[in-house]
């Protein structure tokens, strides 16, 4: 009864889809020249062959399911990988790294229409949905299809069960869809096999296999010369609410340590404003190619693809949606440095992550921004640049194993 409702509210809605996708663009979150994908169209051609569609929702998901797509590349009874993203950053990392049988789209709004044009143009051999992606009416219309329908690096908080919970029948008639759910962790485990997927297996977190993209040595340097000897606080993918915390500690911490530098790397880059400044701080953005003089005292690299440049650079790294309500951001690629990782309390979306790495004694949690600015003050003298070269070997033995459970659960279906 509610995924029909669903799919009514869907054509309802239909008219005024063109007005919502006008007002994203307007606020930079979708492609102008690329809109017409929101409603299932497509300007490339499909081959002959098998087609392996896999949709992954943001930049993290989308990274790792880099290895995955390198797998992939060697079968040679597939003949194109279509990577499907929702986020204007996303669709532009995958259109820098995917090569040879791999190409990018953005997906198209769950609505049936634009559903039916989009899976009659691609007609998928198997399809992929990366953690935590349920789209109903995409959902149902691959099972009329028949086509092996997947869940890869599964993902479900205790919050998202039970939330699936309160409408139990129309959940075991959505998730019975799926031929197979591999899973990051066990708790995930339990909460889709209660939900309907019966054949449902652990395989291991897929983003400890993604390894970071090699660093531009050319950008390196130059960020190095601008940069010079100052110490410097990396605020990573930050959220509303922690750039203002970020300057708060950097005002208070530059009176007594003038060679004191942060930079903010906003998780939503294209945002107008990212902190008040009644610090009156002296500014610097990376998207003006403005540079970091010595009276700089914070540097926002509003830009998309670069992360790793300031990972490389940094004496504290604070990873952000955790001193604020959002659940945390993805912390595996400042861990494949093995520097220590700072973060606040709420890590929900990433727990299991952080209690790899904090076994690994990757990991400080702070509670407040006085909490962070006093590890700050206290580890001032100290380089964290040297890699942990035990957890690295680590992380690395776990991306590998998840890979390989996970390519031998994909291949069943292929």
């Not at 997947?150 to 959940?171: C, D, P, Y």
């Not at 297996?201 to 340097?221: A, V, W």
Request: aromatic fraction near 10%.
């Amino acid at each position: 009864m509610l995924l029909r409702i669903y799919k009514i509210i869907s054509y309802l809605i239909c008219p005024f889809i063109p007005i919502y996708l006008n007002n994203r663009i307007s606020l930079k979150k979708e492609l102008k020249d690329r809109i017409n994908e929101r409603y299932g169209y497509s300007t490339i051609n499909r081959k002959k062959g098998k087609l392996v569609w896999i949709h992954a929702a943001s930049i993290g998901e989308s990274l790792s399911i880099l290895p995955i797509i390198s797998e992939l590349e060697k079968n040679t009874e597939i003949k194109q990988i279509l990577v499907t993203t929702g986020t204007v950053t996303s669709a532009k990392i995958m259109d820098q790294r995917l090569k040879g049988k791999a190409l990018h789209q953005f997906l198209p709004i769950d609505v049936p229409i634009f559903i039916e044009r989009f899976l009659n143009h691609w007609k998928p051999s198997l399809s992929i949905f990366v953690e935590s992606e349920i789209w109903p009416n995409f959902i149902s219309a691959l099972s009329r299809r028949n086509t092996k329908l997947m869940i890869l690096n599964g993902r479900m908080t205790v919050k998202s069960f039970n939330n699936w919970l309160r409408f139990k029948q129309t959940a075991s008639k959505l998730f019975k869809n799926f031929d197979l759910c591999c899973v990051q962790n066990s708790d995930s485990a339990f909460f889709y096999k209660n939900l309907g997927i019966k054949n449902t297996i652990y395989t291991g977190n897929l983003k400890f296999s993604s390894e970071p993209e090699k660093t531009d040595n050319k950008k390196l340097q130059i960020l190095k010369k601008m940069v010079r000897n100052r110490k410097v606080l990396l605020a990573a993918s930050t959220h509303k609410g922690e750039e203002e915390i970020i300057a708060n500690i950097t005002s208070s911490l530059k009176k007594k340590n003038k060679n004191f530098l942060s930079i903010i790397v906003p998780r939503h880059p294209n945002r107008s404003e990212f902190f008040s400044n009644k610090q009156k701080l002296k500014i610097a953005y990376r998207s003006k190619n403005q540079e970091i003089k010595s009276n700089t005292y914070i540097y926002i690299a509003d830009t998309v693809g670069e992360l790793s440049l300031f990972y490389e650079i940094a004496n504290f790294i604070f990873i952000g949606g955790s001193l604020v309500n959002h659940g945390g951001q993805n912390p595996i690629e400042a861990a494949f440095l093995g520097k220590t990782i700072i973060h606040g309390p709420n890590i929900m979306n990433f727990s299991d992550v952080y209690e790899i790495l904090n076994h690994m004694k990757l990991t400080f949690t702070v509670n407040n921004e006085r909490q962070l600015q006093m590890y700050i003050e206290d580890k001032y003298n100290e380089s964290n640049s040297s890699s942990n070269k035990v957890g690295f070997n680590k992380l690395k033995k776990e991306g590998k194993q998840a890979l390989q459970n996970s390519m031998k659960a994909i291949n069943q279906l292929i």
